[in-house]
RNA sequence: GCCCUGGUAGUAUAGUCCGGCCUAGUAUAAGCGGCUGUCGCCCGCUAGACCCGGGUUCAAAUCCCGGCCAGGGCGCCA
């Protein structure tokens, strides 16, 4: 055996759910963390974990040699070990099978007391959570979370590959606001200020004509000064746009991409929805389509006055959200409380053909037909008060054969919260950034 | 930017309204000891806390003011 053998003798064979009772007799390495501890006096159990799962580490303290007692002795929750070990059928072990260790490594400690309880008999606070989030994640129910959220981009990418999207990535540091507003981070660029991408609408809509159908996962970052447990100052969005495309085109990709989305994570997350005890329907098609109009009647027999021309508040989208659970879309919405982009209704010009997907009471995603028209573009730019020149090299785009598109973008975090049930969007995000919040 | 609520051991809480009975209770985690089939094991023991500063009062975890920190909501948005 050469040294570099020598030193790797940690090395596991097996993962913790591949080890079944009909392996009774064999030899196996195992390496993981220690998760829970349960001394009887003459026996021991260790419950392992790994990526995979749990399995039960069984001591019976006069059959094993004196070291590997010792070693088995001085563990606590939390150490990272390997352990080589017989393989035993048991039917009083969970999972009918447990290992009976022959030699225990403690490739490292975890200081004690832990900073939170990871058995989670003791919930901790969100802030106490996030402060040890690497701790906090040893527990399924939030491991699960993001087990889900890797299905959920794996059938995004899936999906819109098959529908002839290729994937872009456009600068996440930029000269000047995408769609005005002041909700931007400024960051020292050398000599200059530069901002932090609020989204990556102008590249992509402008990449149109080149690629045609273009999407973008990727972080996008807002100053809002929201605190509410659905905003982030960073976030994963989603984005799609399509040449030759119209808002009802796009809507059918959005509804079609939700379906399919919670088609796989019904399929391949049964076990993490089980953890996380939440049930996922599969919507059927198509959502429904409201009007701006028929939306804001609605609430006034809800007894709830809105404007014509008014933006929707909360408590109205809440109340919206009870007479139309599940997903469905806001469309229609006045010209003036859309983005300068977005484009208006040839036959009703004070009209857009700008949508909202909607999810019970919380926004999913919003998109629409876009302008395609220069001085169109201009014009809506001028209404907002923006200035055409700090638009000078979307505004070129145009100039070169800009296609008729259209195109939305959906929140990642909002996507998986309907997706798991977890009432903080903050849970939906490894390492969240919020108003108040840079660490860790 | 605005509004509301809270801060008690490593964690989570009781106590705060109506100051004294708090020498601050409980659970869990931690340390020590015991227990050979646990699976939220069990039993005994030990140690561990009133966010900071000021004020009121004979007396403050409790009331008041300021600060810091946290949670939630509004607006805005995904």
Redesign the pocket.
């Known amino acids: 055996m050469t040294q570099r053998m020598k030193n790797e003798n940690w090395k596991r064979t097996h993962y913790t759910m591949e080890i079944t009772p009909n392996m009774d007799g064999e030899e196996v390495v195992l390496t993981g963390w220690i998760k ?1 501890i ?6 021991k ?1 260790l419950i392992l974990r790994d990526k995979e799962g749990t399995l ?1 580490i ?1 001591v ?4 094993v040699d004196e070291l590997t007692l010792k070693h088995a002795e001085s563990l ?2 939390q150490d990272c070990v390997s352990i080589r070990g017989v393989v035993k059928r ?1 039917d ?3 999972r009918g099978v ?1 290992i009976i260790p022959k030699n225990i490594i403690i490739l490292n400690t975890a200081k ?6 990871i ?1 989670g ?8 959570r ?1 402060d040890a989030r690497v701790l906090d994640l040893t527990r399924d129910e939030n491991r699960a979370v993001f087990q889900i959220r890797h299905v959920i981009l794996e059938a995004i990418r899936d999906f819109l590959s098959k529908n002839g999207f290729i994937e872009i990535h456009t600068p996440k540091i930029i000269a000047s606001a995408t769609e005005g507003g002041a ?1 931007l981070f400024p960051v020292m660029y050398f000599e200059r200020e530069a901002f932090l991408a609020q ?1 990556p609408q102008l590249y992509k809509e402008q990449l149109v004509i080149d690629f045609e159908k273009v999407y973008e996962i990727g972080p996008t970052f ?1 100053a ?10 960073e ?1 994963t ?1 989603i984005d799609i746009e399509a040449a030759f495309a119209t808002a009802e085109d796009v809507m059918e990709i959005a509804e079609r991409l939700i379906q399919h989305v919670c088609k796989m994570v019904v399929e391949k997350c049964c076990e993490d929805l089980k953890t996380l005890k939440y049930k996922v329907e599969v919507p059927e098609m198509p959502f429904k389509r409201l009007t701006y109009d028929e939306v804001i009647n609605e609430l006034k027999d809800a007894g709830i006055k809105i404007n014509w021309g008014e ?1 929707i ?3 109205a ?2 109340t919206l959200g009870r007479l139309h659970p599940y997903f469905y879309f806001i469309i229609d919405w006045p010209t003036s ?1 859309k983005p300068f982009y977005i484009k208006p209704r040839d036959d009703k010009p004070e009209l857009s053909e700008g949508f909202d997907l909607m999810w019970h009471w ?5 998109g629409g037909t876009r302008i395609h028209d220069k001085d169109l573009l201009i014009k809506r730019l001028r209404e907002q008060n923006l200035n055409p020149e700090s638009f000078r090299f979307h505004l070129q785009a145009f100039d070169y054969g800009m296609p008729p598109h259209a195109g939305w ?3 990642l ?2 996507l998986v919260m309907m997706l798991t049930g977890v009432r ?2 903050r849970e939906a995000v490894l390492f969240p950034r919020d108003r ?2 840079l660490t860790p």
Request: aromatic share 6%; charged share 35%; glycine share 4%.
């Open positions: 829970e349960r001394d009887l006096g003459g026996i159990f039960q069984t019976p303290k006069d059959e606590q929750r048991m009083k072990a969970p447990e004690q007391p832990l900073p939170l309880d058995t008999k003791t919930p901790a606070d969100i802030d106490v996030l909700n989204s807002r809002e000064k929201s605190h509410t447990r659905r905003h982030l100052t976030f969005s933006d508040p909360t408590i989208y809440r409380i919380i926004e999913v995603a919003s973008a959906i929140g975090e909002r903080n969007i108040f919040r």
